[in-house]
């Protein structure tokens, strides 16, 4: 897409990770004045969470498209859903709508929105634009799921001197570990499916107790665990293989320097 776009304009939005109000004024104000608001959810056929956090600062003439991104499956339908999302947010642009489009927590951190980002304009464009959003975007930051969970915790994410590493548990294992190895502080993301292989390498180098694991941060279905020791290594992603089951969104805190249970 060229960055000579008069008409239109997209606003990808952060908002949550949880409550409705852990929003930027910004974004509350854009979302009011929206022609047309696009929706990601993670189950076909479901409201999408982030729909329903923003939901009462929407105008009611604001037209809602929701679009059901695939999290799991073939690399090739994932791509068929973006590059659909992407075709029809450059025609709403293009047919001079106010369009928005929502994630959780923050757009520019493990967000399908880069996916989509990524095909609506190059590299070349971006360096073209000296690394500002181009006439046709503007990206509204958010509260990212570490830092809300920080706060709820009561858990700093890190100090003076310390370095802090922010990982996705999907990431090899060797790679998780020196991660554990090389840090102070330490976030986990996408832990669900891997809850198992988390628990035991946190038992193994003795940082179960400087571990804090937040579900559904902010959410009225918020769990906290402080003593990961005390959790069964495991529980499950899915409720129909376990009476435990862990919500996908769960992230772990750690920090060297701040012990929990003593
Ligand atoms: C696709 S990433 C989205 C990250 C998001 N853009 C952010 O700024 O935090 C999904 C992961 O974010 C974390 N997450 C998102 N919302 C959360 C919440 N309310 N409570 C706990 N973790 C959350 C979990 O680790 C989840 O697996």
């Known amino acids: 897409m060229s960055g000579k776009i008069k008409a239109g304009k997209l606003y990808v939005m952060g908002v949550g990770p949880g409550a409705s109000d852990l929003i930027t004024v910004r974004a509350a104000r854009i979302l009011s004045e929206l022609d047309v608001i696009y929706t990601p959810t993670g189950k076909k056929g479901t409201q999408s969470l982030a729909h329903s956090i923003i ?32 075709q029809a947010l450059k025609e709403e642009i293009a047919s001079g709508r106010k369009v928005g489009f929502i994630t959780l927590g923050d757009p520019m951190l493990f967000s399908t929105w880069v996916f989509l980002l990524e095909r609506m304009i190059s590299l070349e464009q971006i360096a073209a634009q000296q690394m500002k959003n181009p006439p046709w975007l503007e990206i509204v930051p958010g509260i990212t799921s570490f830092s809300a969970i920080a706060a709820a915790g ?31 502080c330490i976030v986990l993301m996408k832990v669900y499916s891997r809850f198992a292989l988390i628990h035991e390498l946190l038992r193994r180098h003795n940082l179960l107790e400087y571990a804090l694991m937040m579900a559904d941060a902010t959410l009225p279905t918020e769990q906290c665990w402080r003593d990961l020791a005390a959790l069964s290594p495991d529980v499950s992603p899915n409720a129909a293989d376990s009476e435990q089951a862990l919500s996908y969104f769960s992230t772990i805190l750690i920090n060297k320097n701040w012990q929990l249970s003593r």
């Not at 679009?67 to 339908?77: N, P, S």
Request: glycine share 2%; net charge negative.
């Open 154 to 184: 009561v858990m700093p994410l890190a100090m003076e001197n310390q370095t802090l590493v922010v990982i996705s548990c999907m990431a090899p294992e060797t790679v998780l570990e020196q991660a554990l190895l090389n840090h102070d």
């Open 55 to 86: 939901e009462e600062y929407l105008s009611p003439t604001t037209q809602v498209c929701t679009y059901h991104f695939l999290m799991k499956g073939e690399r090739a339908a994932k791509e068929a859903v973006w590059n659909e999302v992407a």
